[in-house]
């Protein structure tokens, strides 16, 4: 059997019910004609009001795709999971800030995620944050050029650092690590600096700041060469979730539509081959380099676990970690969880109209991404089958 074919592991959690759901959910999102039609609808503002749509997407997508409302409901199912072995990465999923009480009201919800860390270390390994939680796009883009700001935008790029600040420091002195994910490119130079300087600043006996890496850009393995020599040579730790990328038709569109050179690989294959050896590169300098593998890629999960038997790395040494989000790939969640590896779901939380951005880019990764739909549906089906013949 291939090291994630074992759906009875990897679907011990769900009912027949939420299974036949599940089914057909994804069988939905894997129309492409659909998914652009309901893409379309729930941009419309509110659509989510309208009485009769709310339990529908709660009951469907939601339900598959988010731990909740609140922190409190996300705690009983990171608390369910981990009795399997899967840890739970709380994402504040709310997106669209503009303003400075909206940017600080997400610091304050971050900081909040560091205490409820601290009080469920078992369950809750880390905390995570998106970089346009605590600022504008407008503003990075503009830090991360040198292009001149007004006294304005001044302003609010020292309002972003001070949140950078505020929440490495209390993730160190609650022991608590946190990571950043990583957003578009055009804003990403201004981000990763911040990150930086937070992992000199914080990373000193242990890995606390992560930041992270998308290997569909094809600067980003020479960025992580770059970086790990800066580490040594200034005698920091750094530590990075690595993930292919998520946002690669909007880069397409705005290189295309600016004239400027496309930052995406040429092909997946690249893709893929750049995600692999940054793995290696960071298996082979894991003294100085943690690495949380964000991927529903059993390729690459399988070839991580592999890495670390080649470099006798314990299965729950603390410096790596695979990750998936919740609602997807729980095959390899389950399989690793089970077999003692550090594994752990990105569970999203928030209200139903404000996590309706995150939940669209789930339906269209599930349209988009060759294979993925179909993985999963065969999984689904494969257990339905197993549980029939029983
Ligand atoms: C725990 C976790 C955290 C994540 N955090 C982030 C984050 O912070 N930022 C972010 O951007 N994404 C994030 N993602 C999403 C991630 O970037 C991918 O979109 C998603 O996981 C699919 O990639 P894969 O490795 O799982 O699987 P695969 O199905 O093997 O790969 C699909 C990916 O390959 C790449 N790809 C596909 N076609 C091409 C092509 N023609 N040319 C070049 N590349 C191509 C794309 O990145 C695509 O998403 C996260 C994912 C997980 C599981």
Not at 13 to 40: R, V
Not at 117 to 126: G, L, V
């Amino acid at each position: 059997m291939a090291y994630f074919d074992d759906t009875q592991t990897a679907f011990k959690l769900k009912s027949n019910k939420d299974l036949k759901k599940a089914k057909l959910l994804f069988k939905l999102m894997g129309n492409p004609f659909l998914t652009k039609l309901g893409t379309y609808f729930f941009k419309i503002p509110f659509v989510t009001d309208i009485p009769f749509i709310k339990p529908i997407v709660r009951n469907t997508i939601y339900n598959q795709f988010v731990g909740g409302v609140t922190t409190d409901e996300c705690l009983i199912v990171a608390k369910n999971l981990y009795r399997s072995g899967v840890r739970s990465i709380m994402d504040y999923s709310v997106e669209g800030q503009s303003t400075d009480e909206e940017f600080n009201h997400v610091k304050e919800e971050i900081l909040k995620l560091i205490q409820i860390a601290k009080e469920n270390p078992a369950e809750i390994p880390c905390v995570v944050f998106k970089p346009t939680g605590f600022g504008r796009i407008d503003i990075y883009e503009k830090a991360g050029n040198n292009l001149p700001m007004a006294d304005h935008e001044m302003k609010s790029w020292e309002n972003i650092r001070k949140r950078y600040q505020e929440v490495c420091q209390s993730a160190y002195d609650n022991g608590v690590p946190i990571m950043a994910d990583a957003e578009d490119s055009w804003m990403q130079d201004a981000a990763d600096q911040l990150m930086d300087e937070m992992m000199q600043k914080f990373n000193k006996e242990r890995c606390i700041v992560w930041s992270t890496l998308q290997l569909y850009r094809h600067d980003r393995l020479s960025y992580l060469q770059e970086i790990y020599e800066k580490a040594k040579n200034e005698n920091y730790l750094i530590g990075f979730k690595i993930v292919r990328g998520a946002y690669m038709e909007k880069e397409w569109d705005r290189a295309k539509e600016m004239g400027y050179r496309n930052p995406i690989q040429p092909n997946k294959e690249a893709t893929d081959r750049d995600f692999n050896q940054a793995m290696e590169f960071m298996v082979e300098h894991i003294d100085r380099i943690s690495l949380f593998a964000g991927t529903h890629n059993e390729y690459s999960s399988e070839l991580l676990t592999r890495l670390m038997e080649e470099h006798n790395i314990q299965k729950d040494d603390h410096r790596i970690w695979f990750g998936q989000l919740y609602g997807m790939s729980d095959n390899i969640s389950f399989i690793l969880g089970e077999k003692g590896y550090n594994v752990a779901k990105y569970l999203p939380y928030g209200p139903i109209k404000k996590v309706m951005p995150y939940l669209v880019r789930r339906a269209q990764e599930n349209t988009s991404v060759a294979g993925q739909t179909g993985r999963e549906l065969s999984l689904i089906q494969k257990e339905i089958n197993r549980r029939k013949s029983k």
